[in-house]
């Protein structure tokens, strides 16, 4: 059952890359489905009672409170017109497009159905995924170095990697890194302790290097910034660990410090120097920052409109042109590019909150039932759990002044990490 499961999450996760790609209707409701489904069965098969039923009635009411928006749509999209209003049960929650609330829905319940699996996956089933990241770490990098590196007669790219924007791209390359690099540290750690004279370890931290270079490549600044912080803390972790299990040579008290901010220092010129030249050697415009403080103010006020249960879920595009700004008029602004502003103009405030607790819910009912059996050293808390913390941090940083979890892949992905972080 476990490479039945394991077989189940890489299919998934290929199809998930083909539908961020592509964007296909028909993979809306199919995949999210079947994502809840393989999760609703191993909760069932591998949790004790209690959980699986608060995990099962969460669910139920995350499913249920998203449908009340859904099936109490509060206007119509009329071509030509626009929003036209419809009659709606005023106290319920409402959306303004019954479609984009379904489509938000099902990327939602996805979600959860990814961070469940990653949280009841089991210890030799986690170590036979960590090959498949690998794999797409380099497939990931390797196009996106192969489409920037090789000239061109117009520098225009259609795709970066397999996202239609390169700020995507980083955001996602972002949460591999420290998967990557903690890859490595286990495996060099497994054969110091295993006396073996080699160790695949190398692998990972060429992944780790290409995916660096596929992010500058990509010119996305604040992903740059993201990796250079990312493996900053790498590098510090890394001389930590090694120096608690004795992995290193012994290297005294008053050096140690100095060797950590060395390590600080180097990583953090070079991502510096990365990111300065990719914004040709300027600081950022203040228009720049004031492009997004409008679109951010644009949101408020359509939350202070809507400040109970919000818009409705994935709507937020549908209603900004009634609400735009001079300064905007001229762009197709789609999204906030700030995801928390966003989510509090779709949901409301309460709709924000109520969600937030049963999601908390979720993943309490998982998180309790941890077996903490592991014998490993480092323990996977202090390696595995950190590097997949660090992604997850570097992600919701980015979406703070961009909208990565609009792609599902990026959302999903960051999903299965948080499950991932489960104490073993």
Same mark, same amino acid.
């Given at each position: 059952?476990?490479?039945?499961?394991?077989?189940?999450?890489?299919?998934?996760?290929?199809?998930?890359?083909?539908?961020?790609?592509?964007?296909?209707?028909?993979?809306?409701?199919?995949?999210?489905?079947?994502?809840?489904?393989?999760?609703?069965?191993?909760?069932?098969?591998?949790?004790?009672?209690?959980?699986?039923?608060?995990?099962?009635?969460?669910?139920?009411?995350?499913?249920?409170?998203?449908?009340?928006?859904?099936?109490?749509?509060?206007?119509?999209?009329?071509?030509?017109?626009?929003?036209?209003?419809?009659?709606?049960?005023?106290?319920?929650?409402?959306?303004?497009?019954?479609?984009?609330?379904?489509?938000?829905?099902?990327?939602?319940?996805?979600?959860?159905?990814?961070?469940?699996?990653?949280?009841?996956?089991?210890?030799?089933?986690?170590?036979?995924?960590?090959?498949?990241?690998?794999?797409?770490?380099?497939?990931?990098?390797?196009?996106?170095?192969?489409?920037?590196?090789?000239?061109?007669?117009?520098?225009?790219?259609?795709?970066?990697?397999?996202f239609t924007y390169r700020n995507h791209f980083a955001a996602f390359a972002n949460l591999l890194v420290p998967v990557m690099l903690a890859g490595g540290c286990r495996q060099q750690f497994n054969a110091h302790r295993n006396g073996a004279a080699s160790n695949p370890a190398g692998l990972f931290y060429l992944a780790a290097l290409?995916?660096?270079?596929?992010?500058?490549?990509?010119?996305?600044?604040?992903?740059?910034?993201?990796?250079?912080?990312?493996?900053?803390?790498?590098?510090?972790?890394?001389?930590?660990? !090694?120096? $608690? =299990?004795?992995? @290193?040579?012994? +290297?005294?008290?008053?050096?140690?410090?100095?060797? *950590?901010?060395?390590?600080? %220092?180097?990583?953090?010129?070079?991502?510096?120097?990365?990111?300065?030249?990719?914004?040709?050697?300027?600081?950022?415009?203040?228009?720049?920052?004031?492009?997004?403080?409008?679109?951010?103010?644009?949101?408020?006020?359509?939350?202070?409109?809507?400040?109970?249960?919000?818009?409705?879920?994935?709507?937020?595009?549908?209603?900004?042109?009634?609400?735009?700004?001079?300064?905007?008029?001229?762009?197709?602004?789609?999204?906030?590019?700030?995801?928390?502003?966003?989510?509090?103009?779709?949901?409301?405030?309460?709709?924000?909150?109520?969600?937030?607790?049963?999601?908390?819910?979720?993943?309490?009912?998982?998180?309790?039932?941890?077996?903490?059996?592991?014998?490993? !050293?480092? $323990? =996977?808390?202090? @390696?595995?759990? +950190?590097?997949?913390?660090?992604?997850?941090?570097? *992600?919701?940083?980015?979406? %703070?002044?961009?909208?990565?979890?609009?792609?599902?892949?990026?959302?999903?992905?960051?999903?299965?990490?948080?499950?991932?972080?489960?104490?073993?």
């Open positions: 059952m476990s490479l039945l499961l394991v077989s189940g999450l890489v299919i998934s996760y290929i199809i998930a890359t083909l539908y961020t790609a592509t964007q296909s209707p028909i993979l809306t409701p199919v995949l999210p489905a079947l994502i809840l489904m393989i999760a609703a069965y191993y909760v069932w098969e591998r949790l004790p009672p209690v959980n699986r039923m608060g995990w099962t009635l969460a669910l139920l009411a995350l499913f249920a409170f998203g449908m009340i928006y859904a099936l109490n749509p509060s206007h119509v999209w009329v071509q030509g017109v626009g929003l036209w209003p419809e009659d709606a049960i005023a106290a319920l929650p409402s959306s303004v497009s019954a479609t984009e609330s379904w489509f938000a829905l099902g990327l939602f319940m996805g979600a959860i159905g990814w961070f469940t699996l990653g949280a009841v996956l089991q210890s030799h089933e986690r170590r036979w995924l960590q090959w498949f990241w690998l794999l797409v770490a380099f497939v990931s990098a390797a196009i996106v170095i192969h489409d920037r590196v090789l000239p061109r007669q117009y520098p225009i790219y259609e795709f970066t990697g397999w290409m995916l660096a270079v596929a992010i500058v490549l990509s010119g996305s600044r604040m992903g740059i910034a993201l990796c250079g912080a990312s493996m900053t803390a790498w590098g510090i972790g890394y001389v930590v660990l !090694r120096h $608690r =299990y004795d992995y @290193l040579y012994p +290297v005294s008290r008053t050096f140690r410090p100095i060797l *950590v901010v060395g390590v600080l %220092l180097v990583f953090g010129l070079v991502a510096f120097t990365a990111w300065w030249a990719q914004t040709g050697f300027q600081w950022p415009r203040l228009g720049e920052l004031g492009f997004r403080g409008l679109m951010i103010n644009e949101a408020l006020t359509i939350w202070r409109d809507n400040p109970v249960w919000g818009v409705g879920a994935g709507t937020f595009g549908l209603v900004r042109p009634y609400y735009q700004s001079d300064a905007l008029a001229a762009h197709g602004v789609l999204h906030v590019h700030c995801e928390p502003i966003q989510l509090l103009a779709e949901w409301g405030t309460l709709g924000t909150l109520l969600v937030a607790v049963l999601c908390g819910f979720v993943g309490w009912t998982l998180f309790r039932s941890t077996d903490r059996l592991s014998g490993s !050293r480092p $323990r =996977y808390s202090e @390696l595995e759990s +950190v590097a997949f913390l660090v992604g997850v941090l570097t *992600v919701l940083v980015h979406s %703070l002044v961009d909208f990565p979890f609009r792609a599902p892949l990026i959302l999903w992905t960051t999903a299965l990490w948080l499950g991932l972080m489960r104490p073993r």
